[in-house]
């Protein structure tokens, strides 16, 4: 079992404090460096959602892609252990923080970071969308789930169009021959937002894969954030959100699936806090200049 600093020494995390909010990363620039092939840091580069979404804005409008991960202790644990999943992290053009450790362990570090969801995303980028007229695809999940999540989302946001549904077969590779198939579909719709209903790390490899395939289109990695909408799958309540207890909740709820995930996350967590220590005591890096 590897702990903190061989994690931060494979590249899995990073507790360097995020790039200002009106900065843009460049188009698939790495979150972190990169060393035999590997990236050397998994950071989280904006620290806020109304900085994420300005930033998300601007690209939109521009006709800019971009790649956008949302990081939380299960993606921790398999960075560890996938290089393909490492290669993919690294090369995203936005990572915030989708897990409240996440938070809590760069704050530990002295950065101040805010909790960013990917699947409360959904709505926000959706409201972006209808009104700069960005066409909208969704990809990942059971046919009857994206129509609902389709049909809601459209009637919630007037002049939203969603012009793909893609489901990808059961044991879907993101890397074989179904996953082209379904980045010919989304280059067949125009669609210039995806977002990607996959799963870690199915999700994170497509949208890299789709970025090089189609570079003015932005991906984005939402988990489950389509089966809530669509109403088959349910959110922990509002108050067990707040009181930052949602794992309890879902472990509660979906114990045979989660218990041994959740272990996993519960025994990097105290090496990733005594990293996250260590780098309180360091200097701060210098700030990247501002892009005008």
């Known amino acids: 079992m590897i702990f903190g600093a061989g994690l931060r020494a494979m590249g ?18 790495a979150t972190g460096e990169r060393s035999g092939g590997q990236a050397t840091g998994v950071a989280v580069s904006f ?5 994420l979404l300005g930033d ?3 690209r939109l409008a521009a006709g ?9 202790l299960d993606h921790v644990v398999k960075l560890r252990r996938d290089a393909r999943f490492r290669r993919a992290y690294a090369r995203h053009s936005h990572v ?86 379904c980045l010919d579909e989304l280059a067949a719709s125009g669609a210039r937002l995806c977002l990607l ?13 789709g970025a090089e395939r189609l570079p ?18 349910s959110r922990a309540p509002v108050w067990v959100r707040r009181m930052a207890l949602e794992w309890a909740w879902r472990l509660a709820t979906n114990p045979r699936r989660l218990a041994r995930r959740y272990l996993d996350c519960a025994l990097v967590l105290p090496g990733l806090g ?17 892009d005008t």
């Open 47 to 51: 620290a806020s959602r109304s900085g």
């Open 197 to 209: 209903a996959l799963g870690a790390p199915k999700q994170e490899i497509l949208a890299i894969r």
């Open 56 to 58: 998300l804005e601007r």
């Open 274 to 290: 005594v990293d996250a220590l260590r780098e309180r005591a360091l200097p701060a890096p210098p700030r990247r200049p501002r």
């Open 216 to 233: 003015g289109c932005g991906f984005v990695s939402v988990g489950a954030g389509l089966d809530f909408i669509a109403g088959h799958q």
């Open 96 to 181: 915030v923080a989708d897990g409240n450790p996440i938070v809590w362990l760069h704050r530990l570090a002295g950065r101040q970071i805010h909790l960013v969801p990917g699947s409360e995303l959904v709505e926000p980028l959706c409201a972006l969308a209808a009104r700069l007229g960005v066409p909208v695809a969704l990809l990942g999940g059971r046919p009857a789930a994206l129509e609902a999540a389709a049909a809601r989302l459209v009637a919630a946001h007037p002049g939203l169009r969603i012009v793909a549904r893609i489901s990808p077969p059961f044991g879907f590779d993101p890397e074989g021959p179904a996953a082209t198939a």
């Open 12 to 29: 899995v995390v990073s507790f360097h404090q995020p790039r200002p909010e009106r900065g843009q990363a460049p188009r698939g620039q």
């Open 64 to 72: 800019d892609g971009f790649t956008l991960a949302t990081l939380n």
